[in-house]
Nanobody, 121 residues
Framework: QVQLVESGGGLVQAGGSLRLSCAAS????????MGWYRQAPGKQRDLVAV???????NYADSVKGRFTISRDNAKNTVYLQMNSLKPEDTAVYYC???????????????WGQGTQVTVSS
């Protein structure tokens, strides 16, 4: 009933840029926080950036100054603009959203399927 679909991943050289997007669809009453996580092989899934409905943001130290998260509430979409990419940014990037599906229900977290970002030297 709720689906998050990411797009925009790919292969890019170090120093290049990519823009990821994630659109939420289905039965949605409201969306609170939306964010991006990433997971490299053999590593845990870590938060990259998160944005509240009003636009407040937080970033992992490793991406501050290079990545920008934004959202379009009317489209239930979150974006991640990634500039000055480094090889260590290589990972599968996952969209996450905190969504209330039914009025009066508890807020739950939902995940996208992930999109691969590969940064070559």
């Amino acid at each position: 009933q709720v689906q998050l679909v990411e797009s925009g991943g790919g292969l890019v050289q170090a120093g290049g840029s990519l823009r990821l997007s994630c659109a939420a669809s289905g039965r949605i009453f409201s969306i609170n926080y939306m964010g991006w996580y990433r997971q490299a092989p053999g590593k845990q899934r870590d938060l990259v950036a998160v944005i509240g409905r009003s636009g407040s943001t937080n970033y992992a130290d490793s991406v501050k100054g290079r990545f920008t998260i934004s959202r379009d509430n009317a489209k239930n979409t979150v974006y991640l603009q990634m500039n000055s990419l480094k090889p260590e940014d290589t990972a599968v990037y996952y969209c996450n959203a905190r969504i209330t599906v039914v009025p009066g229900s508890y807020e739950n977290g939902y995940w996208g399927q992930g999109t691969q970002v590969t940064v070559s030297s």
